[in-house]
């Protein structure tokens, strides 16, 4: 009985050291966006795991998909908590503040590739 307690303590152990938060990491301020070098990465590691091909709506798999979904606003509307059209994306948690205030600059700015 000792060592099943033992095993269930080691177990519960390593499952809460092994767990890791789903949020994103605060990116430093960028003053110029661009698509290739700023909008792009972050598009390809939080959006195109579902937003490609033909999976969800938009597709946002190059500069002119991103281009035009922060255009018409749906994509801004999507990641920003501030505005209400619908879930917060991405559905893994939402991005930071400095990343969200960088996708209105570079839309502000004319959407840079």
């Known amino acids: 009985m000792k ?14 050291v092994s767990c890791e938060s789903n949020t994103y990491s605060d990116i430093a301020v ?26 969800q709506s938009p597709n946002l798999e190059t500069y002119a998909e991103v281009k035009d979904a922060t255009i018409n606003g749906e994509l801004i ?3 920003d908590q501030t505005q209400a059209c619908g ?21 502000t700015q004319g959407c840079q590739n």
């Open 77 to 79: 509307c999507r990641i």
């Open 87 to 107: 879930r917060v994306m991405p559905q893994s948690g939402s991005m930071p503040k400095t990343t969200i205030a960088m996708f209105l600059l570079w839309q």
């Open 30 to 55: 960028v003053t110029n966006p661009t698509y290739s070098a700023n909008i792009g990465p972050i598009i390809k590691s939080s959006c195109t795991s579902c937003h490609s091909g033909n999976a």
């Open 3 to 16: 060592n099943i307690q033992i095993l269930l303590i080691l177990i519960s152990s390593i499952f809460i």
